[in-house]
């Protein structure tokens, strides 16, 4: 029975058992509306609660039903309903009130919840907005500047916050909710007017609108609906019944469109990341109650923090004294700076830093159950220290490098235990971007693997396996990107068009203001005689990119870029001598040349088995690079654009693709089948 109704003393208690979450699927929304006219028809019900069984509250609509032919009561219908009922509702909320679980809840006439609880409209991270009349009913309770906040960013708030707000009426214990929820319901069984949200008034608070909006343009800048979000909160002013048809014509909109098809998808491919195919499933994860990271700089000090943050404590090792220092004074400034924007306070700050012991020697790690090393990029440092840490750490300990590309399986090669040795690829800031990279030895244990994952939930990360290649994922397809950008300047474009066209297309930032911020050196053979490359060019001229002032661009005090004459003039130079001739280049050519060689490489990747299918790709990218989500990822965006529109097109540019391009099979097929990449 997914809906069951228990009566007793008068009050109607109506429980939903919809696992894993209590989506609001269809099966739930007639049960619900059966067991609601029931129990308002039953002369011995005087009030009604409406609960859910398992681990949550209704966490909102089902995903899964959107896009396919309605059927069965509606949601917003089944809400009126729920206000409408001439007996009192009470809503008996824990876990998550999420989307249209708040929805019910707000038609609800009362609301209590148990202090963990959380509350949220989270669909505008799906490209919707609220249908069922929460864009109508939350100004109503809480006003239209918290509703913005609720609604419009997608965060949900504490039930603490909730019940100062006015959003809920009581606080229940966590043992006690059903019981707490049915006493309320038998002290408000008598209370006329019911308390209908929809009745409310609310006040007109344009001064709000306008400031949120200037607040969060950047966090908005592409998106559609969080301007459909607020539209709609501004309906609120209007007669209720003319409000929701404002919410309900977005909603159907945004259903349609395309950037709600690209959220949704990316919903459940940050789920299925999550899933390893093959792993055996005995294979358990395995205890993390200490962790060791060695090198203090920017990576290290950065990968502590995620842990110190969860209180796990953590030995940070760095052999150089003034480095380690500085290294904990910089993750004590972060922490600082964070409390400061009200995100933590200082109690969490102290808290975090006392679990931290730094140490100079490699010994301290003897009992941490995971090492992460996060020493200087080059393969013979990174085995140095992974012979030493192999010897120091105990026999189960698992030893994790956080390369950007070098070969796992040739460091793991050091150790006696390699088995327990994998990738761990943070993203800088390590303490803020969401991706986490798992990269997958010849050798790794499953257990291994599946401790990897477990720890990178407990840390808030979103991890992706990869095998082993140059660069695994993320990496390997920025490179071809990388390489055209660079090829486009020698044509004679400037640098500034080749990043307008990919910032317009929705990166943060291009492929030369990119390479500028990672350092034009990395890599570099460090010998200014040396120059067979733009990037040789550029180094020989002291131009490294933000950190010295000077890259693709010449940047200020406060690194704020302007386009350079003398990088204008070494590239110029360069391109002569090797025979380059300036040519006209369309924006639409910049962006074919710049992301169609990514997709290539993608489909390879895939092809090679580096990542576990092509949602995974658009995890990393959605997650770890900036590709905007609505556009889904790089693989469901070449999807939608047409594999043969690809190819066609990486056939047309062929010539300048450079010797080291082919045409990925995997993609040539696909395009030829007229699929996408998505099975
Ligand atoms: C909405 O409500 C629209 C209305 O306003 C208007 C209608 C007219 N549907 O995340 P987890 C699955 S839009 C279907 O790993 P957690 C999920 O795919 C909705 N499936 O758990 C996964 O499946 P699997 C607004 C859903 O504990 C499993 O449940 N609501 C839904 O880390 C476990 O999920 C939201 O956007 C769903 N709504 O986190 C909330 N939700 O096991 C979306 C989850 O096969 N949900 N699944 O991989 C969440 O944010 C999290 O799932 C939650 C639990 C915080 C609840």
Redesign the pocket.
Request: proline share 11%; glycine share 16%.
């Given at each position: 029975m997914i809906v069951s109704t228990s009566k007793n003393a008068g009050v109607a208690s109506i429980s939903v058992d919809n696992p894993?979450?209590n989506?609001?699927g269809s099966a739930v929304r007639d049960g619900l509306g059966h067991a609601l006219a029931d129990a308002a028809d039953d002369a011995t019900v005087g009030a009604i609660v409406i609960a859910c069984r398992g681990?949550?509250f209704f966490?909102?609509?089902?995903?899964?039903e959107f896009g396919q032919p309605r059927t069965g009561l509606?949601?917003?219908e089944l809400c009126d309903r729920i206000e409408a009922c001439p007996k009192p509702v009470i809503a008996a909320i824990h876990g998550?009130a999420?989307?249209?679980?708040l929805?019910v809840a707000l038609a609800c006439h009362y609301r209590i919840a148990t202090g963990s609880a959380k509350l949220g409209?989270?669909?505008v991270?799906?490209g919707?907005l609220?249908?069922?009349g929460?864009t109508q009913r939350l100004p109503r309770l809480i006003g239209i500047a918290a509703a913005l906040k609720i609604a419009a960013l997608g965060s949900p708030i504490s039930a603490g916050e909730a019940l100062a707000s006015k959003l809920i009426d009581r606080l229940a214990g966590e043992d006690s909710l059903i019981e707490e929820a049915a006493a309320l319901a038998r002290e408000v069984a008598a209370v006329r007017p019911l308390p209908r949200t929809s009745e409310r008034p609310v006040s007109p608070d344009a001064g709000a609108v306008s400031a949120f909006r200037k607040e969060h343009a950047r966090r908005f800048r592409g998106f559609e609906a969080p301007d459909a979000v607020i539209r709609a909160i501004e309906a609120s002013t209007l007669p209720y019944a003319e409000g929701r048809l404002i919410e309900r014509a977005e909603?159907d909109r945004l259903l349609a469109g395309a950037q709600s098809g690209a959220l949704r998808y990316l919903?459940?491919a940050e789920?299925?990341a999550a899933k390893i195919d093959g792993l055996d499933p005995s294979a358990k994860p395995l205890p993390l109650a200490l962790v060791g990271v060695v090198g203090a700089g920017t990576m290290g000090g950065g990968i502590a923090m995620n842990f110190l943050s969860i209180g796990i404590p953590v030995r940070l090792v760095d052999l150089n004294a003034d480095s380690l220092a500085r290294g904990v004074a910089v993750m004590r400034k972060n922490y600082e700076a964070t409390a400061a924007k009200g995100r933590l306070t200082n109690g969490q700050v102290e808290a975090a830093m006392s679990l931290l012991t730094p140490d100079p020697a490699l010994a301290a790690l003897a009992d941490c159950d995971l090492i992460i090393e996060a020493v200087f990029e080059n393969i013979e440092v990174k085995r140095d220290v992974f012979q030493k840490l192999d010897s120091v750490a105990k026999p189960a300990a698992i030893l994790a490098t956080n390369t950007s590309y070098l070969d796992v399986d040739v460091i793991a090669q050091t150790a006696r235990r390699p088995g327990r040795v994998l990738g761990l690829h943070f993203f800088s800031p390590a303490n803020v971007m969401r991706l986490l990279e798992v990269v997958r030895g010849k050798a790794t244990e499953d257990a291994v693997l599946a401790t990897a994952m477990v720890i990178a939930r407990r840390i808030g990360k979103i991890a992706v396996v990869a095998r082993v290649c140059d660069g695994f994922i993320g990496n390997r397809m920025l490179k071809p990107r990388q390489l055209q950008a660079i090829e486009l300047l020698m044509e004679g474009v400037a640098a500034e068009r080749v990043d307008r066209v990919i910032t317009e297309f929705g990166m943060p930032m291009g492929p030369l203001q990119l390479a500028d911020l990672a350092g034009v050196d990395i890599g570099w053979h460090r010998d200014p005689k040396r120059i067979e490359t733009l990037r040789d060019a550029l180094c020989a001229a002291g131009r490294w990119g933000q950190k010295t002032g000077k890259g693709f661009y010449d940047y200020d005090a406060a690194r704020r870029p302007s386009p350079s004459a003398e990088a204008d003039r070494l590239i110029a130079q360069f391109a002569k001598e090797r025979g380059y001739v300036p040519r006209e280049v369309s924006d639409r050519e910049i962006l074919e040349r710049c992301l169609y060689p990514m997709i290539n490489e993608g489909a390879k990747i895939l092809d090679e088995r580096v990542a576990q299918r092509a949602s995974d790709i658009d995890v990393v990218w959605t997650a770890g690079y900036g590709w905007p989500s609505y556009l889904g990822g790089p693989m469901y965006w070449a999807s939608q654009v047409g594999l043969r529109t690809i190819v066609a097109g990486l056939e047309q540019h062929a010539a300048r693709l450079g010797p080291a391009f082919s045409l990925s099979p995997l993609l040539a097929q696909r395009a030829a089948a007229g699929k996408g990449f998505q099975a």
């Open positions: 894993p979450v989506a609001l681990r949550t966490a909102g609509a089902d995903i899964t509606q949601l917003p998550t999420l989307g249209g679980g929805e409209l989270p669909e991270k799906l919707l609220p249908g069922a929460g909603f919903f459940f789920r299925q």
